[in-house]
């Protein structure tokens, strides 16, 4: 391939992946089935980065926001701080922020070193893409987060950047 092709095929690829990411950065609300339930998601155990497993069964009768993510994607790192605070203004009532990293677990160790995170980080590797597809992430992208009831039924669903204010508001009308 010659030098200039090469130049446009690269600057074709970067700016595919700039729209992508502004695309997803910018967040949608998938469609949630109201009966659709997280029997997947509560038979999974998984670990935390220090390796101590962690089974979602042990949140049942909790609202839970579940988030994937990873350390290296910037819109999923730009939402924990707001989904930490979150965590800890509403845990008192019955509400659990778990975040599923696809990284392994020394990735995630080393940004809970660098950031303070209110709730438990899991190391999902791989595997976690398609537990988040089997939630209804098809396009098995980042950051994706599941509301789920505490009768196990998942209210909502969010490709894409979930805001504060927007996450705070939905939480506050379940609650009621």
């Known amino acids: 391939m010659t030098t200039p092709m090469r130049g446009g095929l690269i600057a074709a ?15 949608r609300q998938l469609p949630a089935a109201v009966t659709a339930d997280a029997a997947r998601l509560e038979a999974h155990e998984l670990a935390d980065s220090d390796g101590r497993p962690m089974p979602f069964s042990a949140w049942r009768g909790k609202w839970l926001v579940v988030n994937f993510w990873a350390t290296w994607c910037p819109p999923c790192r730009e939402e924990m701080p707001a989904f930490s605070r979150l965590a800890v203004k509403y ?9 599923i990293s696809v990284d392994n677990a020394e990735n995630v160790r080393r940004y809970r070193q660098e950031e303070t995170i209110a709730y438990p980080l899991l190391v999902g590797g791989a595997d976690a893409i398609q537990l988040s597809v089997e939630l209804g992430n098809a396009q098995q992208a980042m950051p994706f987060t599941v509301l789920i009831s505490p009768d196990g039924n998942i209210v909502e669903r969010k490709l894409g950047v979930y805001a504060e204010e927007e996450l705070e508001r939905r939480l506050l009308a379940r609650l009621k």
């Open 13 to 27: 690829v970067l700016v595919a992946a700039g729209a992508a990411g502004i695309w997803f950065g910018q967040g």
């Open 91 to 99: 845990g008192g009532q019955g509400v659990q922020f778990v975040g």
